[in-house]
């Protein structure tokens, strides 16, 4: 499996991949935005984009589908219930369906509900896994839940499946958030060593040349993802007044996006 991370410009910062097969030279391009970037990439490494997968029904990763169809003919795939709100959609899909990419490549779908009611994550079950999570899971950080979305629901998508997966699995989210992230880490946990010797890496960085980080690098510096971490706790006690005495995984997650919100 080869991931092509390609870096839009954007002023929304979004990543768009390509997951193309070595053998067939199939490929299958991730929230598209910059059809022109894909389109050029796909051509220079001679590689034919036959899927469009969309995590979810946001403009700024349904925007190039459109210009992608009408130059390769790709099948355009999302979340079973988007179909009324991804325009062309060919195939829905649900947790647990597979996307084939070529010969080798098998995708799982996550039904991952939070940023949207409508968001798929993809995990790569390879020798190197990898997770390509739109707009849930960023580099020390949470997606949010303004539009269409629910702060409950990303909760549960974090404990109960993110959480769980193998600690060497790739993060490829949908946008470069990550100076600021960790930044708001740090606001939350000072003494946080990962995100101290992290930020001097990505401060003023490339994001066309932005480090791939683990789920278990994560886990050391994503706040979301540092839950029953005391320094968490303490810093949120002093910020929130109302946090109630024992307050449970939940509440301390809803209260960190609450402060994220204005951060």
Known sequence: MIVERIWTGNSLRNFNYLIACPDSGEALAIDPLDHEKCLATAKARGWQITQILNTHEHRDHTGGNDAVVAATGAQVIAHHKAGGKIPGMDRGVQAGDIIKVGKHIELEC??????????????????????????????????????????????????????????????????????????????????????????????????????????????????????????????????????????????????????????
């Not at 798929?120 to 949470?142: K, M, V």
């Open 110 to 263: 996550l039904d991952t509900p939070g940023h949207t009611f409508c968001h798929i994550c993809l995990c790569a079950h390879a020798e190197q896994p990898a997770l390509f999570s739109g707009d849930t899971l960023f580099n020390a950080g949470a997606g949010n839940v303004h539009n269409g979305g629910d702060v409950a629901a990303l909760y549960e998508t974090f404990a109960r499946q993110l959480m769980r997966l193998p600690g060497n699995t790739r993060l490829y989210p949908g946008h470069d958030y990550i100076e600021t992230n960790l930044r708001f880490t740090l606001a939350r946990e000072p003494g946080n060593a990962a995100a101290q010797a992290l930020l001097p890496q990505v401060s003023g960085h490339d994001p066309a040349e932005s480090v791939v980080t683990t789920l278990e690098q994560e886990k050391e510096h994503n706040t979301f993802m540092r839950l029953n971490s005391p320094g968490v706790l303490a810093q949120l006690r002093q910020d929130v007044p109302d946090l109630p005495q024992a307050p449970d995984e939940q509440t301390i997650f809803t209260r960190l996006r609450e402060l994220r919100n204005k951060w």
